[in-house]
Nanobody, 124 residues
Framework: QVQLVESGGGSAQAGESLTLSCATS????????VGWFRQVPGKEREGVAH????????TYADSVKGRFTISQDNAKNTVYLQMHNLKPADTGMYLC?????????????????YGQGTQVTVSS
């Protein structure tokens, strides 16, 4: 049974940094795509970062390029999202996702599994 449990969210001031973690279980992290999504009430869920470590491929939303980094530690079965220079627009519920279900332009856009999320609130 696949399980994804996020942690590390919280409140931050603009310009600060946060690192989110996603503890995974029930699948082979080293052989599957993983990603982070941002959910804001009233808006469509947005893919923020994606990683396919098997091919060394990462993709990012334009809004976070140069500020966010997705990575994983296969020994710890954990996926990370390092967020730097945070902006109020980064506020939202961040969900970890695993095992790609559909792709667009070479990037995974939907996954079979999602976590419950961790809230990030950035104030100006």
């Amino acid at each position: 049974q696949v399980q994804l449990v996020e942690s590390g969210g919280g409140s931050a001031q603009a310009g600060e940094s946060l690192t989110l973690s996603c503890a995974t279980s029930g699948f082979d992290l080293s052989r599957n795509a993983v990603g982070w999504f941002r959910q804001v009430p009233g808006k469509e869920r947005e893919g923020v970062a994606h990683l396919v470590s098997l091919f060394g491929r990462t993709t990012y939303a334009d809004s976070v390029k140069g500020r966010f980094t997705i990575s994983q530690d296969n020994a710890k079965n954990t996926v990370y999202l390092q967020m730097h220079n945070l902006k109020p627009a980064d506020t939202g519920m961040y969900l970890c996702a695993a095992i790609c279900r559909s792709t667009s332009n070479g990037s995974c856009v939907d996954y079979f599994y999602y976590g419950q999320g961790t809230q990030v609130t950035v104030s100006s």
